[in-house]
């Protein structure tokens, strides 16, 4: 088994290297053959003086050139799931792929531009993503044809506890590329028959929500044997992660601090949320204008909605959107989530939610320090009291400030359920870093373009929570 995961993990990174390869001998012809001969040339004015006499470059230099893509190119790649072979789906790491390209491609263009000491023409710079997503898409797609004829799916064992075990069975049939659940058995059944079946013709157990007591043995086993174990976290497992490893005695120490991110850490998260917030308003100024203008038009409503949420240590504010539901959308006064399909949006408002042009007069509130860039969802205080009375530990995600994007949006779902939210929420505080911070900020640009992070709650999941952290 160590050696079949072995042969799994180079042949990802050969294929990784090679679509890495392929993009940077694009690139390398593009330089060679339309902007190195631009870079070279001397430029002269009008009145005909020399204002830059171009640069020459020796084997050294293009190498350095051509160095500097390639590692931006596995940066990006390796930040937007680009290289997740077998482990996205083909059409994700597709996906990826046009993101890190861009990015890549955008901060080249400009580097060329400093080299010239103007801006060089940007038809090349083009042609050459069109010619490398045509490339990037072949690639994502033959690449995965190749992984899954070569490996297939994962033969896994389910170990259930007291609660059913649908959801966990419809996430993992999601891809069933991956993984294959054949058996499910209750903890209920008796640790010996489930230490018997492990050892069976499985290549992975999955622990789904069992007793402690009874989950700590079975890992001791599964490790001893070398089994791979799929484990969903408990509030607990996700706090005691995020500690701190110390070395005061002779046994190991974890620190789980009582606050969560440190001073040093909260000034440069603050100093980070002024400065891109000044940017962003006034780059998108013009669109908040025509938005603005098109909400009033359309009904003659109110054009922002304000709302109170709560953000650190369950601090009030009123948050501000662009109205994206009808006036009256809550006119019995009872809070409630979005939900699919939901009937009071307006055709507009379906419009600036699904590009998230509804969001942008939050950059005021991050402004004024209410909220950051990046942290949990801020919640409506009826929400947020619905949670708690199933949920308790739906408190600790408020011991930083509310953000406008964070890890649970990053790797949930706007559908996803507020346990599984509360727990991606807890993994980013009792984890963060400014590198954190700044990774998030990446990956939402992605997020922005992925429809299915729009949509609303199933009805049956506002209420659906749980509390298995016991």
Same mark, same amino acid.
């Given at each position: 088994?160590? *050696?079949?995961?072995?042969?799994?993990?180079?042949?990802?990174?050969?294929?990784?290297?090679?679509?890495?390869?392929?993009?940077?001998?694009?690139?390398?012809?593009?330089?060679?053959?339309?902007?190195?001969?631009?870079?070279?040339?001397?430029?002269?004015? =009008?009145?005909?003086?020399?204002?830059?006499?171009?640069?020459?470059? /020796?084997?050294?230099? #293009? @190498?350095?050139?051509?160095?500097? /893509?390639?590692?931006?190119?596995?940066?990006?790649?390796?930040? /937007?799931?680009?290289?997740?072979?077998?482990?996205?789906?083909?059409?994700?790491?597709?996906?990826?792929?046009?993101?890190?390209?861009?990015?890549?491609?955008?901060?080249?263009?400009?580097?060329?531009?400093?080299?010239?000491?103007?801006?060089?023409?940007?038809?090349?710079?083009?042609?050459?993503?069109?010619?490398?997503?045509?490339?990037?898409?072949?690639?994502?797609?033959?690449?995965?044809?190749?992984?899954?004829?070569?490996?297939?799916?994962?033969?896994?064992? @389910?170990?259930?506890?007291?609660?059913?075990?649908?959801?966990?069975?419809?996430?993992?049939?999601?891809?069933?590329?991956?993984?294959?659940?054949?058996?499910?058995?209750?903890?209920?059944?008796?640790?010996?028959?489930?230490?018997?079946?492990?050892?069976?013709?499985?290549? =992975?157990?999955?622990?789904?929500?069992?007793?402690?007591?009874?989950?700590?043995?079975?890992?001791?086993?599964?490790?001893? #044997?070398?089994?791979?174990?799929?484990?969903?976290?408990?509030?607990?497992?996700?706090?005691?992660?995020? =500690?701190?490893?110390? #070395?005061?005695?002779?046994?190991?120490?974890?620190?789980?601090?009582?606050?969560?991110?440190?001073?040093?850490?909260?000034?440069?998260?603050?100093?980070?949320?002024?400065?891109?917030?000044?940017?962003?308003?006034?780059?998108?100024?013009?669109?908040?204008?025509?938005?603005?203008?098109?909400?009033?038009? /359309?009904?003659?409503?109110?054009?922002?909605?304000?709302?109170?949420?709560?953000?650190?240590?369950?601090?009030?504010?009123?948050?501000?959107?662009?109205?994206?539901?009808?006036?009256?959308? %809550?006119?019995?006064?009872?809070?409630?989530?979005?939900?699919?399909?939901?009937?009071?949006?307006?055709?507009?408002?379906?419009?600036?939610?699904?590009?998230?042009?509804? %969001?942008?007069?939050?950059?005021?509130?991050?402004?004024?320090?209410?909220?950051?860039?990046?942290?949990?969802?801020?919640?409506?205080?009826?929400?947020?009291?619905?949670?708690?009375?199933?949920?308790?530990?739906?408190?600790?995600?408020?011991?930083?400030?509310?953000?406008?994007?964070?890890? =649970?949006?990053?790797?949930?779902?706007?559908?996803?359920?507020?346990?599984?939210?509360?727990?991606?929420?807890?993994?980013?505080?009792?984890?963060?870093?400014?590198?954190?911070?700044?990774?998030?900020?990446?990956?939402?640009? *992605?997020?922005?373009?992925?429809?299915?992070?729009?949509?609303?709650?199933?009805?049956?999941?506002?209420?659906?929570?749980?509390?298995?952290?016991?």
């Amino acid at each position: 088994m160590r *050696k079949l995961e072995s042969i799994k993990r180079v042949m990802v990174l050969i294929l990784g290297f090679i679509g890495l390869a392929l993009d940077t001998a694009l690139y390398a012809y593009f330089w060679f053959e339309k902007y190195y001969p631009v870079v070279r040339q001397p430029r002269i004015n =009008a009145d005909g003086y020399l204002i830059s006499s171009g640069l020459n470059l /020796y084997f050294k230099g #293009h @190498l350095l050139i051509l160095a500097i /893509y390639f590692i931006l190119l596995l940066f990006f790649s390796n930040t /937007y799931g680009g290289l997740k072979i077998g482990y996205l789906k083909p059409l994700d790491v597709f996906f990826s792929q046009i993101f890190a390209l861009f990015m890549v491609n955008f901060i080249s263009y400009f580097q060329i531009s400093l080299m010239r000491n103007w801006l060089v023409p940007v038809v090349p710079i083009i042609e050459l993503v069109v010619i490398q997503l045509i490339i990037s898409f072949i690639w994502a797609y033959v690449t995965n044809w190749l992984y899954r004829s070569i490996f297939p799916p994962r033969q896994m064992l @389910l170990v259930s506890g007291e609660y059913p075990t649908d959801d966990i069975i419809r996430k993992f049939g999601s891809r069933k590329d991956r993984f294959d659940i054949v058996k499910c058995m209750n903890i209920s059944e008796g640790m010996d028959k489930i230490y018997e079946e492990a050892l069976q013709r499985y290549d =992975a157990v999955v622990i789904w929500d069992i007793p402690t007591q009874e989950r700590n043995k079975l890992l001791k086993y599964l490790y001893a #044997h070398s089994i791979r174990v799929y484990m969903m976290p408990k509030i607990t497992d996700v706090m005691v992660k995020g =500690a701190d490893q110390m #070395h005061l005695f002779d046994t190991p120490v974890l620190l789980l601090r009582e606050y969560s991110i440190k001073v040093e850490q909260r000034a440069i998260k603050r100093l980070i949320d002024i400065v891109c917030s000044l940017i962003l308003i006034v780059l998108s100024s013009p669109v908040m204008l025509i938005t603005a203008i098109v909400v009033k038009l /359309y009904d003659g409503g109110p054009v922002l909605y304000k709302q109170v949420r709560c953000t650190i240590d369950q601090k009030e504010f009123n948050i501000m959107k662009f109205r994206s539901m009808r006036v009256d959308a %809550e006119k019995d006064g009872v809070a409630r989530l979005a939900a699919k399909n939901d009937s009071r949006i307006t055709p507009i408002g379906k419009f600036i939610r699904a590009v998230r042009i509804d %969001e942008l007069p939050q950059l005021f509130n991050i402004l004024s320090g209410d909220m950051s860039f990046i942290g949990p969802r801020p919640e409506r205080p009826e929400i947020i009291a619905q949670y708690m009375e199933e949920m308790p530990e739906f408190a600790f995600r408020m011991k930083v400030k509310a953000g406008l994007a964070g890890y =649970a949006q990053v790797y949930g779902k706007y559908n996803t359920t507020p346990y599984d939210k509360l727990k991606l929420d807890l993994t980013y505080i009792q984890n963060y870093s400014v590198w954190l911070d700044l990774k998030l900020m990446l990956l939402t640009i *992605k997020i922005l373009f992925t429809p299915d992070a729009t949509e609303g709650v199933e009805q049956n999941q506002v209420t659906a929570m749980k509390n298995d952290n016991k």
